[in-house]
């Protein structure tokens, strides 16, 4: 942050936090078992079965995102449960490491980065491994790709799998009608689109999962998903809920679905397709195959001969601008510009103009001054 | 505010706050006879006279700009004096209906709006008027207009007249060295550079108005600066001084000093330079002389068959970005982007593009999309 603390956050979270979540915020801090968390959680439950679109309560979590996804394979495994997990980037990995962590037999499907899963191979995995269970990544921030979420499920469905989605960069962002698309388990985060800080996970479970998880025998103790529903039918946490977090994420999801998730899902679509439509025009190039790109994160390859994390520092020193690096087996060869949460069109707009600014000062001058804002400026002015 | 209080405020004054001045404004207010607050108004007096350029104490009032102008006026003069007032704008008239309130004679220079006083004019107004004090505006914010102040200043001083100058929208966003240039009594605001809320108004006074205000004879009692020059001494104020504004002050001068005065003001001058090169690479015309552009507003001249005021509120509802219309005489006629406080480039680069795609649905299409970013871009990135 600068000095103003006026920097512009087009990085996967945390993201743009409004006013009215950080009065929240500084409140003083309420007990967590009051009447008034029961009320905020009884108040948050409820707007996130609206954002999870399920008639299953959705479970908080006082961890990051991280930890809702070891809740939902821990609570529902037992020790040499085979699992298939979709690799399509550096978070399909991390189902696989905290699955082996768990003593489960983990088959994997490695997709090249940049590749969106393909069902069909998903459907083959499914046969050849016999696993009861599948998890994979909604949303693949670390590569810029969305998964064919529906299409997936549609396959594992069929296996009668058990499935596991990480969802934690793609909910309100895009499409995933948790009921509808008969998905098991769904895990978000709260730093993402709820812009609200680090500090909460979601996890939201179908009857078949809670079914799952009663006979599971993984241990676990402070992500013991009975104890919290057992809690939740008082309105409280099995443990120490997170209440200034609870509170402002009631106050950032009043605010946040007051168009409907629809229309936070719209939003991020048009933002997605300026942004892709402002690199083209910058004569930069997609890493993520164009098909399944990202309406939450852009990933790009650099210009030849432009060292994106020297760009990066360049735009973060210059013009308090902070854009994603590349992760694990990306790392140095692309930047991810994120454009989740509550960001205006003034601010990707001007992000867009010190990105040319900085493009062009690390040599990469192959484009017309002011074409890539043009170009994502006739989308969001569309 | 839109119901995330992301607004881009690109009017000239209320200015954006950082963040760090609304936690100073939320803190419990002390009482106005403590020693925090004496603390306070001690350190903010220091750096007023930073910003000032002064060796004289810099007076804090409990007011709006508008009641620094009055303190000015009624602490100076006794009724019956003769004071010349140039009228650049809306702000200089302002002076002479103070000026004529208290019963004093006023001989008004009327200077073309959009155009700066011409200081042989002022020198010839003077001597033709005999008035023994002249008082006008620094930057006239109604016209986007800066005066050529270290020259008036001359003449002012050359005939012996005690100089009242208007500098509200002008300290930190440009130059007036108020000893070095011989001012008498300078008065500024809150709500402009400061990024601070409207209420409070500062007013400096050399010795020789000091001397001026001993001996006048207009009324004046919340506003009587030998009062609060005398509570000064203890660092306190004579009435109830504004504690919670004046702690955010503090912290504000402490961030916005932070590169000197002279940082502050190469700021804005390039600013300036970067919104008049856009406003141009978009085919419009400036309102102002450009010889004396103020660097903290430019005025425009809408394009042909646009009406500004109508394109503005587009430019509210659909982007969130508010701009200034036209004040009095210029009602309708005129539109005023200011660029005054903590903007960061990303804002106005984005404003920029902002007003580029509603220019473009208003029918002003005689530009390439993206010039006006790509123009502004040029100067903020060099």
């Known amino acids: 942050m600068n000095r103003y603390e006026s920097d512009l956050l087009l990085i996967p979270g945390p993201t743009p936090m409004p006013p009215a979540v950080m009065r929240a915020l500084s409140e003083p801090a309420h007990g967590h078992r009051t009447p008034q968390f029961s009320k905020n959680l009884e108040s948050v439950t409820g707007r996130l079965k609206e954002v999870f679109r399920t008639e299953s309560d959705v479970i908080v979590l006082a961890s990051s995102g991280t930890g809702g996804m070891e809740a939902a394979i821990a609570n529902a495994h037992s020790p040499g449960d085979k ?4 690799e399509i980037g550096a978070f ?38 016999g696993a009861g269970s599948i998890a994979f990544t909604h949303n693949e921030t670390s590569t810029g790709v969305t998964n064919p979420t529906q299409a997936i499920l549609e396959v594992a469905n069929k296996h009668g799998a058990l499935s596991i989605i990480d969802a934690i960069s793609g909910l309100m962002a895009s499409e995933l009608p948790m009921d509808e698309w008969g998905a098991d388990i769904v895990v978000g985060g709260s730093q993402k689109a709820f812009a609200i800080p680090p500090g909460l996970a979601f996890v939201a479970l179908s009857d078949r ?18 104890a ?23 106050v950032a999801l009043e605010l946040l679905l007051a168009d409907g998730l629809e229309g936070s899902i719209e939003t991020h679509r048009r933002r997605g397709e300026a ?6 025009a910058m004569g930069l190039k997609l890493f993520s195959d164009p098909a399944h790109a990202s309406d939450s994160v852009t990933a790009v390859l650099p210009p030849d001969g432009v060292d994106p994390d020297a760009m990066r520092k360049d735009l973060a020193q210059r013009f308090s601008i902070h854009m994603a690096g590349g992760q694990k087996d990306l790392k140095g060869k692309i930047f991810r510009i994120a454009h989740l949460g509550v960001i205006e069109p003034y601010q990707l707009l001007g992000g867009l103009a010190c990105l040319e600014i900085v493009l062009r000062a690390q040599g990469h001058t192959a484009f017309e001054p002011g074409a890539g804002v043009a170009a994502a400026s006739q989308i969001l002015g569309g």
């Open 83 to 86: 699992i298939l997990v979709v």
């Open 92 to 129: 399909g990995r991390r189902w696989a490491e905290i699955a082996e962590g768990y003593g489960l037999e983990v088959a994997r499907l490695e997709v090249e980065w940049g590749k969106a899963a393909d069902p069909a191979a998903v459907d083959e995995a499914l046969a050849s491994s």
């Open 209 to 226: 999962a809670w079914k799952a998880v009663e006979s599971a025998t993984s241990p676990t103790y402070y992500f013991d998903l009975m």
């Open 228 to 250: 919290m529903r057992k809690s939740l039918e008082k309105w409280t946490t099995a443990y120490t809920g997170a209440t200034t977090l609870v509170r402002a994420l009631d």
């Open 275 to 280: 942004v892709r439509a402002g690199i083209d």
